[in-house]
């Protein structure tokens, strides 16, 4: 998935923590997606390596760990370390519904890609070698609807967000 359909459930979990800034949940959300960046600039990632290090199930649920761990450390909160936590193992699922997506395809000029011819998954259970799922979303409907699909997420993140604030705005 991308950015807006994370970045929706990051919107969606601040009432379940309000002492956690935005800002953190949003990073929470794009945890694995920033991960894969810096891994693949490191070389341990991209290309045949595929990204088992950033998008695996098992390295997932390991971020997923360290994210509540240090984030109730900083919050001195379990419940704002098990948000955090469950905010960026959200990426994974997100992006099992959605990966494999026929980004390699994308215009970015015509906002196009070429969906519907068969694309192998590319999220590992494991590591490199393991057995890779993704459910296939993305290569099932055009980058058009996969965009007006984030946008309506992200509009609904943000209502129960702005309804929140409302809540503890109201005397
Ligand atoms: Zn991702």
Do not use: C, Q
């Not at 997606?33 to 045949?48: C, K, P, S």
């Not at 997932?60 to 370390?81: C, D, M, P, Q, Y």
């Not at 519904?97 to 906002?111: E, L, Y």
Request: hydrophobic fraction near 55%; charge should be positive.
């Amino acid at each position: 998935m991308g950015i807006f359909g994370h970045s929706a459930v990051a919107l969606a979990a601040k009432p379940l923590s309000p002492r956690v800034p935005l800002g953190v949940l949003l990073l929470a959300a794009l945890t694995l997606d920033i991960l894969a960046i810096a891994f693949g600039i490191a070389g341990f990632e991209g290309g045949v390596k595929g990204i088992p290090w950033s998008h695996g199930l098992l390295m997932s649920i390991l971020w997923f760990g360290v994210a509540a761990l240090a984030g109730a450390r900083i919050f001195h909160s379990a419940r704002a370390g098990m948000v955090i936590g469950l905010v960026v193992l959200s990426h994974w699922l997100l992006d099992l519904v959605s990966h494999p997506i026929p980004f390699s395809s994308f215009s970015w000029r015509s906002w196009h890609w070429s969906f519907g011819h068969p694309l192998a998954p590319d999220l590992p259970l494991l590591f490199a070698g393991s057995p890779k799922v993704g459910l296939g979303l993305y290569n099932r409907i055009s980058a058009a609807e996969a965009t007006a699909l984030e946008l309506v997420l992200l509009l609904m993140g943000f209502a129960v967000y702005l309804r929140s604030i409302r809540k503890h705005a109201a005397p």
